[in-house]
């Protein structure tokens, strides 16, 4: 089960963290995805196989994700946000194919999402 923390607004040029709290999943294929009504959902980060982050070229430089291992919690720290990045965010695991964000189609395990909006 993953649940995910954190979101609501924003002004641009802020900070928000979100935060994903996997209980029964411990691997390491874990991101954060987001979608707007009417588009296609978007990889945003997420650590691969060998536990690299990686980023979508919209977010790199502002978004960071972040993990505890022992705890099973994922973390996206949001740094200068811009209206653009206002979407529902999604924490997902067992990515697939678990390598950059950019080349996953899906995942296994998604959250029920939290909304983020700057305006």
């Known amino acids: 089960q993953l649940v995910e923390f954190g979101g609501g607004s924003v002004q641009p040029g802020g900070s928000l963290t979100l935060s994903c709290a996997a209980s029964g999943y411990s691997g390491v294929c874990m991101g954060w995805f987001r979608q707007v009504p009417g588009k296609n959902r978007e990889g945003v980060a997420g650590?691969?196989?060998?536990?690299?982050?990686s980023y979508a070229d919209s977010v790199k430089g502002r978004f960071t994700i972040s993990k505890d291992s022992a705890n099973n919690t994922l973390w996206l720290q949001m740094d200068s946000p811009k209206p653009e990045d206002t979407a529902m965010y999604y924490c997902?695991?067992?990515?697939?194919?678990?390598?950059?964000?950019?080349?996953?189609?899906?995942?296994?395990?998604w959250g029920l999402g939290t909304q983020v909006t700057v305006s």
């Open positions: 650590f691969d196989s060998d536990s690299h982050p």
């Open positions: 997902a695991a067992e990515l697939a194919p678990c390598r950059h964000i950019s080349g996953v189609a899906s995942a296994f395990y």
